[in-house]
């Protein structure tokens, strides 16, 4: 089968499965926390200050920076939706390298740091401290079931990183203004919201069709060594 088009039906199935997972709503706001977590990144690595994050229970949120116009707003700008998908992309390589609790202390820390230095709403606030709770229950109190967990996580970031390029490729559509950081990027420069928005969504598709190849190595993998 095309690895294109198998990729585009393993996230078609993942996303129709996910949503029969008890809670599993609760667990989707991640790829928001990471796509947050891009934007505060690339505004510090600028130079710029972050003023806050904000989170919220529909899965949506906003990052409050101060930068300088121009080259460096176009910057923090693009990086939300690409630093989600490479988020998702490390979280299968780490597991294809039996580096999972690895990928668990990173989510950790980057929910510690929004929720230590940026987070100061209620919901983002209980969110980041119950999932650092849970993730530190996996690590050290359930660590047999830390697999099918992190695999959740991980299947579950995938499969938003790219729903959410989806929508805002719809929405660049239907109403272009309020197309997000599309929008936000043609206001910055000659380009369209829904040419950033398509390019958004190639790149998280990239990031999908990679990171599934590195599932499916090291599921092979894993059968070929119990089959010896």
């Avoid at 989806?166 to 919201?193: E, I, K």
Wanted: proline share 3%; glycine share 8%; charged share 15%.
């Amino acid at each position: 089968m095309n690895k294109w088009l198998k990729t585009l039906l393993f996230l078609a199935g993942s996303a129709v499965l996910t949503r029969f997972i008890p809670f599993s709503s609760l667990f989707r706001n991640l790829d928001t926390m990471f796509h947050e977590f891009g934007h505060a990144l690339v505004t510090l690595l600028l130079s710029g200050s972050v003023l806050r994050i904000e989170l919220y229970a529909d899965h949506s949120g906003v990052t409050y920076s101060a930068i300088a116009a121009g080259g460096k707003a176009i910057l923090v700008s693009l990086s939300g939706y690409p630093l989600a998908s490479l988020f998702s992309l490390l979280l299968f390589y780490l597991y294809s390298k039996g580096k999972r609790q690895w990928g668990l202390i990173l989510a950790s820390s980057v929910a510690l740091i929004m929720l230590v230095l940026y987070v100061r709403g209620g919901f983002g606030m209980l969110w980041l401290s119950g999932f650092i709770l849970l993730n530190a229950a996996m690590l050290f109190l359930w660590p047999k079931i830390s697999k099918y967990y992190y695999l959740f996580l991980a299947f579950l970031t995938l499969e938003e990183s790219v729903m959410g390029t989806l929508y805002l490729l719809s929405a660049s559509v239907m109403a272009p203004s309020r197309a997000g950081d599309a929008a936000n990027l043609a206001r910055l420069t000659p380009l369209p919201a829904l040419v950033w928005a398509l390019l958004f969504f190639l790149f998280a598709l990239l990031c999908a069709k990679w990171a599934l190849g590195f599932f499916f190595r090291e599921e092979k993998a894993r059968r070929q060594a119990r089959s010896l």
